[in-house]
Every structure is written in structure tokens, then in C-alpha cells.
């Protein structure tokens, strides 16, 4: 699990030293648009903190809720990125972006254990946020389908890391530092609501 975790902290700091943080928005083509995918997510803390927590409470319920959550969230996000590209309204956005980190981690420092649907409903309502936040997002002269890979992809690696954390419920502390970051994680969706994030 150490070399897990070390490999996806390779791969942000590589992505993040490669790169331009100017790209996250104006991508150019497949190449830009794809890269622009990957960078939108991670550039902005709201979307880390909830990607994030999905993967700490799929580890917190066990199988198979490790695995089906952090498939949830990437499908259904994509349906909300492809409504964004596609301009139908959502109201209320950034709301639902906030709501996810404080709900989420809220799940997680309760230890909360709903049923598996009931989870996967919840995780998939706020995918739509996020996705169609995404997908408003699209760089004018970005590629809508590699920036969509892109975006998704980088969703996926910040669930890995989530589930890193979620491991560590193994062992007592391990418990304690897995429920104290659903702490931080719903106390920054708080600032994220209040604007102090």
C-alpha cells in the first residue's frame, strides 16, 4: 500500500512539475484538452477533498463499496460533465461541490456505514456537481472528449489515494487518522461554503 500511495504522489508531483497551471483552462487539441483534464480536478481543492473522500468512506464500508463507490463517481460525473459541455443548467453548483466535502467527510468522522445503494446514491448525486462543473470548464479550443478522459482519470487516481487513507482503518491510529481527515475534509467544505476557502 506504501508503494501505492508513493507511486500516485509520483505521478501528481511529476504532473504538476511538467506542467503549466495556466493549462488546466486553455488546452489546445487532444493533447491540451487531455492534460487540461487531468489538471482541472487536482488544481481545485473542493474537487480533491470530495474525490478523496469518496475513496476514505468505499474503504471505510469494505467490500464491495471500495471498489463500487469509486466507480460511481467517474461514471455519473461524466454524465454531469457531458450536461455542462452541453450548457443545460444545474443550479446551485458550487453549493453541491461544498455540500460533497461536508457530507462525505462528515460520513467518514461519524463512521458512518449506510446500506451500499444508499451510498452510492449519495456519492452520485454530488458526481453531478463536480462533473458538470467540468464540463463548463472545457477549454474553448480543447478536445471535449480527452479533456473528459482526462478529467475522469485524474478522479480515479485522487479515489486511489482516498482509499490509501481509507486502508489505514487496519490499525487503531490508523482508525483515528482516517476519521480525522473526514474531519478536515468537512471542515473545509464548510469554508468552501462560506467562502473562506
Same mark, same amino acid.
Given at each position: 500500500?506504501?508503494?501505492?500511495? #508513493?507511486?500516485?504522489?509520483?505521478?501528481?508531483?511529476?504532473?504538476?512539475?511538467?506542467?503549466? @497551471?495556466?493549462?488546466?483552462?486553455?488546452?489546445? #487539441?487532444?493533447?491540451?484538452?487531455?492534460?487540461?483534464?487531468?489538471?482541472? /480536478?487536482?488544481?481545485?481543492?473542493?474537487?480533491?477533498? *470530495?474525490? @478523496?473522500?469518496?475513496?476514505?468512506?468505499?474503504?471505510?464500508?469494505?467490500?464491495?463499496?471500495?471498489?463500487?463507490?469509486?466507480?460511481?463517481? +467517474? &461514471?455519473?460525473?461524466?454524465?454531469?460533465?457531458?450536461? #455542462?459541455?452541453?450548457?443545460?443548467?444545474?443550479? $446551485?453548483?458550487?453549493?453541491?461541490?461544498? $455540500?460533497?466535502?461536508?457530507?462525505?467527510?462528515?460520513?467518514? &468522522? &461519524?463512521?458512518?456505514? +449506510? /446500506?451500499?445503494?444508499? *451510498? %452510492?446514491?449519495?456519492?452520485?448525486?454530488?458526481? =453531478?456537481?463536480?462533473?458538470?462543473?467540468?464540463?463548463?470548464?472545457? /477549454?474553448?479550443?480543447?478536445?471535449?472528449? %480527452?479533456?473528459?478522459? $482526462?478529467? @475522469?482519470?485524474?478522479?480515479?487516481?485522487?479515489?486511489? *489515494?482516498? =482509499?490509501?487513507?481509507?486502508?489505514?482503518?487496519?490499525? +487503531?491510529? $490508523?482508525?483515528?487518522?482516517?476519521? *480525522?481527515?473526514?474531519?478536515?475534509?468537512?471542515?473545509?467544505?464548510?469554508?468552501?461554503?462560506?467562502?473562506?476557502?
Amino acid at each position: 500500500m506504501k508503494t501505492l500511495i #508513493g507511486s500516485l504522489a509520483g505521478v501528481f508531483a511529476l504532473l504538476l512539475a511538467t506542467t503549466s @497551471v495556466a493549462l488546466a483552462h486553455t488546452g489546445e #487539441g487532444v493533447t491540451g484538452g487531455f492534460i487540461s483534464g487531468v489538471l482541472h /480536478p487536482i488544481m481545485g481543492f473542493d474537487h480533491v477533498t *470530495a474525490m @478523496v473522500a469518496v475513496g476514505i468512506l468505499g474503504a471505510f464500508l469494505g467490500r464491495p463499496a471500495i471498489w463500487v463507490l469509486p466507480v460511481v463517481f +467517474p &461514471l455519473v460525473m461524466t454524465i454531469g460533465g457531458i450536461m #455542462g459541455i452541453l450548457g443545460v443548467p444545474i443550479p $446551485g453548483i458550487e453549493t453541491g461541490i461544498a $455540500g460533497s466535502s461536508v457530507v462525505l467527510g462528515l460520513m467518514i &468522522l &461519524l463512521a458512518l456505514r +449506510p /446500506p451500499l445503494w444508499v *451510498a %452510492s446514491v449519495i456519492v452520485g448525486a454530488f458526481a =453531478i456537481f463536480h462533473g458538470h462543473a467540468h464540463g463548463t470548464e472545457l /477549454p474553448n479550443a480543447a478536445n471535449a472528449l %480527452s479533456y473528459s478522459i $482526462g478529467f @475522469v482519470i485524474s478522479t480515479g487516481l485522487l479515489h486511489l *489515494a482516498g =482509499i490509501g487513507i481509507g486502508e489505514l482503518i487496519r490499525w +487503531p491510529t $490508523g482508525r483515528i487518522i482516517a476519521r *480525522a481527515t473526514g474531519g478536515l475534509i468537512a471542515l473545509a467544505g464548510v469554508g468552501f461554503l462560506t467562502g473562506a476557502l
